[in-house]
Nanobody
Framework: QVQLVESGGGLVQAGGSLRLSCAAP????????MAWFRQAPGKERECVAV????????YYPDSVKGRFTISRDNAKNTVYLQMNSLKPEDTAVYYC????????????????WGQGTQVTVSS
C-alpha cells in the first residue's frame, strides 16, 4: 500500500510562515501530479496547490495565490508547500495527494493520500 507522510504543520501567528513536506518512502511519483488539499472544521476539502510532473505546471486558487508555493524534488520523492503570510482562515488539516497524470483539482482522481497535518494560524 502506498503511503504518503506529511510533516511540518504546527501553530503559527498570522503573518508567519510554515513549510509542509510530503514524502513517499520507497515509491516514485515523478510521472504524476502531486497536490495539497486542506479541510477546515465544518467545511469541504479544497485544493490549495497542484504541481504537475512537468514542474513548471502549477495551480493555485485565488485564496492562496501569491502566498503559497508548491515544489517537488523527484530525486527525494518529496513535495513541499511553502506557506507565507498565513491568515487565520488558513487554519485546517492539510493533506498531500497524488494519482493523476495531469494538473487537476478533481479529488476523485487522487487515489493516494497522506494522513494529514494540522496547521493552526492564530490572530
Amino acid at each position: 500500500q502506498v503511503q504518503l507522510v506529511e510533516s511540518g504543520g504546527g501553530l503559527v501567528q498570522a503573518g508567519g510562515s510554515l513549510r509542509l513536506s510530503c514524502a513517499a518512502p520507497g515509491r516514485t511519483f515523478s510521472s504524476y501530479a502531486m497536490a495539497w488539499f486542506r479541510q477546515a472544521p465544518g467545511k469541504e476539502r479544497e485544493c490549495v496547490a497542484v504541481i504537475g510532473w512537468i514542474i513548471s505546471r502549477t495551480y493555485y486558487p485565488d485564496s492562496v495565490k501569491g502566498r503559497f508555493t508548491i515544489s517537488r524534488d523527484n530525486a527525494k520523492n518529496t513535495v513541499y508547500l511553502q506557506m507565507n503570510s498565513l491568515k487565520p482562515e488558513d487554519t485546517a488539516v492539510y493533506y498531500c495527494a497524488t494519482g493523476p497524470r495531469v494538473v487537476t483539482t478533481e479529488e476523485s482522481t487522487y487515489n493516494y493520500w497522506g494522513q494529514g497535518t494540522q496547521v493552526t494560524v492564530s490572530s
